[in-house]
């Protein structure tokens, strides 16, 4: 029988070492933390572990939000300045009457100062609590799951096709899609092939638009570029992606075999630690209690099973070139 779910692994896992016939001596939670420990380490080695996604996000700019309904005094594109903070912003649009988005923003606006525009002369008070929320616009912070393992690649708007990249005739793909792309249809697509390739070392080369910093332990993917020159608060940003693969959604995992063996040699360690501690007593009849050897067996199964990840189901490492 297929297993598909959670409870049907620890019920496998705890047949294998023998239950019903003799009395596993683990309790639940034990059981749920060694399979979470299994599924853990096959999402992080198993060549089954992770899909590569693609995920979507969309740029936002930042907010600041005013105490008074009079944003419409504000002149759109003027700069505004914190008196207490000094922080100071462009001024993108006006959401409904006591909101502003802003950009090009240095510094941090304070809640219930003083902000006044460059241009208009009009000053006002930021929200006591809410005054200013950066957005990725600003930060070029966007936040992922903590089931990303790894980024390998960010499409810019330009390469989307958006109308700011085709509408700019000193773009090379623009020139190339205005020149040369009628070759296509009557010559070898090898042409084309080295003109991409041609672009696209030119692109990694010279480009800071792919300056990608990801850490999984902070839950965000950070653009370590000039975000106002690149993109528009509502464009969209795709990222290419490893994800960790959710059993409970792809059930078919808790069926692994790996897993299974390796799951069960976890609850048989955790079985062997808790029997230990009952090292040499004698039950009547004269059995004698060895939760030392269920350990030991443990640890070499584990051992064993290890090994047997990295030189069958890991897949090797990728070369760093540059």
Not at 43 to 67: C, W
Not at 161 to 178: C, E, H, K, P, W
Request: aromatic share 12%; hydrophobic share 40%; net charge negative.
């Amino acid at each position: 029988m297929a297993i598909t779910t959670r409870q049907q692994l620890k019920d496998y896992c705890l047949r294998r070492l023998g239950f019903p016939v003799i009395e596993i001596n683990v309790d639940d939670d034990q059981v749920e933390d060694r399979v979470q420990d299994a599924v853990d380490f096959w999402n992080e080695y198993h060549f089954d572990g992770v899909e590569r996604v693609y995920l979507k996000a969309q740029v936002e700019a930042s907010v600041i939000k005013l105490s008074t309904s009079f944003a419409q005094n504000f002149t759109v594109g003027e700069v505004i300045t914190g008196t207490t903070s000094g922080a100071t912003a462009e001024i993108y649009s006006k959401e409904g009457v006591n909101q502003l988005k802003v950009r090009h923003v240095a510094g941090t606006f304070a809640n219930s100062e003083t902000v006044t525009g460059a241009t208009s002369g009009f000053a006002t008070t930021t929200h006591a609590s809410t005054g200013y929320t950066e957005k990725n616009w600003t930060s070029g912070k966007f936040t992922v799951t903590d089931a990303v393992t790894g980024v390998i690649k960010v499409f810019s708007v330009g390469e989307a096709g958006s109308a700011r990249s085709t509408t700019n005739i000193f773009d090379a793909v623009y020139q190339f899609r205005l020149n040369d792309m009628y070759n296509l249809l009557s010559n070898d697509i090898i042409y084309y092939q080295q003109v991409k390739m041609q672009l696209q070392l030119l692109d990694d080369m010279f480009s800071g638009e792919r300056t990608i910093t990801f850490n999984r332990k902070q839950d965000y993917i950070h653009l370590e570029l000039d975000m106002n020159m690149v993109f528009d608060d509502g464009d969209y940003v795709v990222f290419e992606v490893y994800r960790a693969l959710d059993p409970e959604t792809y059930t078919e995992v808790y069926n692994d075999m790996f897993l299974r063996r390796y799951a069960t040699a976890l609850i048989k360690r955790q079985w062997g630690e808790n029997m230990k501690k009952f090292g040499g007593m004698q039950l009547p009849g004269g059995v004698m209690l060895n939760g030392q050897i269920i350990f030991d067996e443990a640890l070499t199964e584990i051992s064993q099973l290890e090994t047997e990840m990295q030189s069958r189901y890991e897949l090797p490492a990728d070369f760093m070139v540059g």
